[in-house]
């Protein structure tokens, strides 16, 4: 109990560092309104969409594989993906300024390049 107990406050320790002095958590109306029926592109070309009905899907590039799920905030800026393929990861959305900016589990940052709305 207490090993996990101690991982829990680690990760929550990585996501707090990782959040800047400028960095604005946002709440689930916020998140709401930035993510659902959206689609995030990255500086690396990735994409991650977050459908209005709560499919995920993840694509590094626009011809490739997709990761495909589940999407749900969880407070705190948080939001959690169940992939269909069994795992799951819970991330955090902050605003740096006027960027979007997804923060993973470890505490890397991953500025939003373009919100469009999803076509699909």
């Not at 960095?23 to 689930?28: A, E, I, K, P, Y």
Request: hydrophobic residues 35%; negative net charge.
């Amino acid at each position: 109990m207490r090993l996990a107990l101690h991982f829990c406050l680690i990760i929550a320790a990585t996501a707090a560092t990782a959040q800047r002095s400028g960095d604005t958590m946002l709440s689930n109306e916020a998140l709401q309104d930035l993510l659902s029926g959206r689609v995030l592109e990255f500086f690396d070309g990735s994409k991650s969409r977050y459908g209005a009905d709560g499919r995920y899907g993840y694509t590094y590039t626009d011809d490739g594989p997709v990761w495909t799920g589940d999407w749900r905030m969880e407070g705190g800026s948080r939001i959690c993906v169940e992939f269909d393929n069994g795992s799951a990861r819970c991330d955090m959305i902050v605003m740096d300024g006027e960027r979007p900016v997804l923060i993973i589990e470890d505490g890397t940052r991953f500025p939003i390049r373009n919100l469009t709305v999803d076509e699909e």
